[in-house]
């Protein structure tokens, strides 16, 4: 079983709709977690942050994270087709004082007009 | 500010060759990653550089792959000798400092293809 699950897709949603995007872990000593977009051809880029369960916001995106579950989830509302891309998560292990990081799979989006 | 620097772009040689990436990371930042990302997959954590240190590098092949990060700025990825398996783009990354709150700035990668 991996560290971290996460389906590939692709998963195609009509344009103005609400996407949910989710990774399961294995790992509970992960505590942080991450949400990033890669582009075809591009590196990732950062799209959200959070380290604690419950909520956060950040204009159309919305991070999830259930901790008891070991489950995260980003939410896109209103989604616009330039937001078709791969999303990766990734969430952080602290160790000797150090950040490492590990990646989900990524899934893929395709939102059409 | 100027972003992550990759070079080459895109790379094709043959098994058993040698080959080498170069990075040069966001001026300032501390800390710098080289992942390798195999198509359909995530990026995979290849090694982590704090400063010229080593922080991790449990996924390194190190019977083939090396790593360094001289005066602690920029890095240079090489294998040696190269498997097909090793057919993936190398994604160099950085952040300020090692903490994780930091946001990772990421290259544009390098296609490594081995014939």
């Known amino acids: 079983q991996k560290e971290v699950e996460q389906d590939p897709g692709p998963l195609s949603v009509p344009e103005g709709a609400i996407v949910s995007l989710n990774c399961t872990y294995s790992?509970?000593?992960?505590?942080?977690f991450m949400w990033y977009r890669q582009y075809s051809r591009k590196g990732p880029e950062l799209l959200m942050y959070?380290?604690?369960?419950g909520n956060k916001e950040d204009g159309r995106f919305t991070a999830q994270v259930d901790k008891s579950s070991k489950y995260i989830s980003l939410f896109i509302r209103d989604s616009q087709p330039s937001d078709s891309a791969t999303y990766l998560c990734?969430?952080?292990?602290?160790?000797?004082?150090?950040?490492?990081?590990?990646f989900g799979r990524g899934t893929s989006l395709i939102v059409h007009p | 500010e100027a972003g992550v620097a990759q070079s080459p772009r895109y790379k094709i040689i043959e098994k058993r060759q040698s080959v080498a990436f170069w990075c040069n990371p966001i001026?300032?930042?501390?800390?710098l990653y080289w992942y390798q990302q195999i198509l359909g997959q995530g990026p995979k954590l290849l090694i982590q550089?704090?400063?010229?240190?080593?922080?991790?590098d449990s996924q390194l092949p190190k019977d083939r792959f090396s790593a360094e990060r001289l005066k602690g700025v920029d890095s240079t990825l090489k294998i040696q000798p190269a498997k097909l398996e090793d057919s993936a783009v190398y994604l160099c990354?950085?952040?300020?400092?090692?903490?994780?709150?930091?946001?990772?700035?990421f290259g544009p990668g390098t296609r490594l293809t081995v014939l």
């Open positions: 990734a969430m952080i292990l602290a160790s000797g004082g150090s950040y490492i990081p590990t």
């Open positions: 990354a950085s952040t300020r400092r090692d903490q994780e709150s930091d946001t990772q700035y």
């Open positions: 550089f704090q400063n010229n240190g080593v922080v991790d």
């Open positions: 001026s300032g930042h501390a800390t």
């Open positions: 959070t380290y604690s369960s």
């Open positions: 790992n509970s000593a992960f505590q942080y």
